[in-house]
Nanobody
Framework: QVHLVESGGGLVQAGESLRLSCAAS????????IGWFRQAPGNEREFVAG????????EYPDSSKGRFTVSRDNAKNTVYLQMNNLKPEDTAVYYC??????????????????WGQGTQVTVSS
């Protein structure tokens, strides 16, 4: 069992930054691929970043490239999502998720086994 807890969300103005954290329980956290997703009201949950167990493989969709950076500190059982130059369209609930199979990050949410409860990010214009 893996328990994930996101934090760091909040209300910011367009152009500002936030860093989200995903803290995990379990001794095998360092073996998991972690994905970040977001879901706005009425929209599908979409992939925004992913990192494999070692940080060697990182994936971003085009909407995240150049503004979002994912990283991890396995000693702290934590994965981070640094979000810069935020835009109103980034407003959503952000979730982290664990894929317990060690592989390159997948963009489809169906590959992920455990999810956090989410943290709200609101960007005002």
């Amino acid at each position: 069992q893996v328990h994930l807890v996101e934090s760091g969300g909040g209300l910011v103005q367009a152009g500002e930054s936030l860093r989200l954290s995903c803290a995990a329980s379990g001794r095998t956290f360092s073996a998991y691929t972690i994905g970040w997703f977001r879901q706005a009201p009425g929209n599908e949950r979409e992939f925004v970043a992913g990192i494999d167990h070692s940080g060697a493989y990182i994936e971003y969709p085009d909407s995240s490239k150049g503004r979002f950076t994912v990283s991890r500190d396995n000693a702290k059982n934590t994965v981070y999502l640094q979000m810069n130059n935020l835009k109103p369209e980034d407003t959503a609930v952000y979730y982290c998720a664990a894929d317990v199979v060690n592989r390159r990050p997948r963009t489809n949410k169906g590959w992920y086994d455990y999810w956090g409860q989410g943290t709200q990010v609101t960007v005002s214009s």
